[in-house]
C-alpha cells in the first residue's frame, strides 16, 4: 500500500513568488495535515483538512493556505514568498475509521526560496 | 494547551549501548503519545505509540517507550545501540477526543559511535 506522497520533491522559488505543494494521503486517509520543518524552529504545524474542511490552522499568516480535493488529495499555497518561508513542508494522513490517532507522514516536499 | 519536552538536543551513545531519549508532556489528561524518527534528508517515520493500553509499548527497530503517568514521562529505550540508529527523534503528544494535531518536542539528535 502506497504511504503518503508529496510532489515536488524540490522546489526552488523567487523572493515574492508563490508556491504550490501537494500531497496524496494514504488511501482511505480523510485527514491531511500540514507542518513545517524550518531549519531551527522544528515541527510547526501549519493546517489541519478534513473531509474537505480546514479543522484547525496554526500560528502562520494568512498568506498560507491550503484546501483538500474530494479525493482527498490537498495541496499547500504559499503566497508572497519569503526568504524565511525556506523550509521542509512535511503531509501527513490519518483516518479516523482506522485509528485516527495515528498520523502518517510524507517525505516532504523541500522549498527553497531565494 | 498541550506539550511536550524533550531533555537534551543532542545524546551520543556508543554502538551496543543502552539508549535513552526523554520526553516529558504536559496535560490535564493522558493524551496519545508518539515517537517518531528522521533520518537525514528524509520524512517522519512512526517508531511507536501510546493510547490507552498497555503502558509498555514496543516499537520498530527495536526501540521501545513507557508511559508513566506520575511522571508525567514517556521516555524512549533500546538496549544496544547500532550505527543506523543515528537520526533525529521526535516525541508528539496529540489530544484525547480533540482532533489529531500533533504537538511536537524540539527534537534529539542521536549520535552512534564506533
Known amino acids: 500500500e502506497a504511504g503518503v506522497t508529496q510532489s515536488p520533491t524540490h522546489l526552488i522559488k523567487t523572493r515574492g513568488q508563490q508556491a504550490t505543494l501537494r500531497c496524496s494521503p494514504i488511501?482511505?486517509?480523510?485527514?491531511v495535515y500540514w507542518y513545517q520543518q524550518a531549519l531551527g524552529l522544528g515541527l510547526q504545524f501549519l493546517l489541519w483538512?478534513?473531509?474537505?474542511?480546514?479543522?484547525n490552522r496554526g500560528n502562520f499568516p494568512p498568506r498560507f493556505s491550503g484546501r483538500q480535493f474530494p479525493n482527498y488529495s490537498s495541496e499547500l499555497n504559499v503566497n508572497a514568498l519569503e526568504l524565511e518561508d525556506s523550509a521542509l513542508y512535511l503531509c501527513?494522513?490519518?483516518?479516523?475509521?482506522?485509528?485516527?490517532?495515528?498520523?502518517?507522514f510524507g517525505e516532504g516536499s523541500w522549498l527553497t526560496v531565494v | 494547551a498541550q506539550s511536550v519536552t524533550q531533555l537534551g538536543s543532542h545524546v551520543s551513545v556508543s554502538e551496543g549501548a543502552l539508549v535513552l531519549l526523554r520526553c516529558n508532556y504536559s496535560s490535564s489528561v493522558p493524551p496519545y503519545l508518539f515517537w517518531y524518527v528522521q533520518y537525514p534528508n528524509q520524512g517522519l517515520q512512526l517508531l511507536l505509540k501510546y493510547t490507552s493500553a498497555a503502558t509498555l509499548v514496543k516499537g520498530i527497530n527495536g526501540f521501545e517507550a513507557e508511559f508513566k503517568k506520575s511522571e508525567t514521562s514517556f521516555h524512549l529505550t533500546k538496549p544496544s545501540a547500532h550505527m543506523r540508529d543515528a537520526a533525529e527523534y521526535f516525541c508528539?503528544?496529540?489530544?484525547?477526543?480533540?482532533?489529531?494535531?500533533?504537538?511536537f518536542g524540539t527534537g534529539t539528535q542521536l549520535k552512534v559511535e564506533l
Open positions: 508528539a503528544v496529540s489530544p484525547r477526543g480533540g482532533g489529531n494535531k500533533l504537538t
Open positions: 501527513a494522513s490519518s483516518s479516523i475509521r482506522t485509528g485516527g490517532n495515528t498520523i502518517y
Open positions: 488511501s482511505g486517509h480523510t485527514s
Open positions: 483538512y478534513d473531509e474537505g474542511e480546514e479543522r
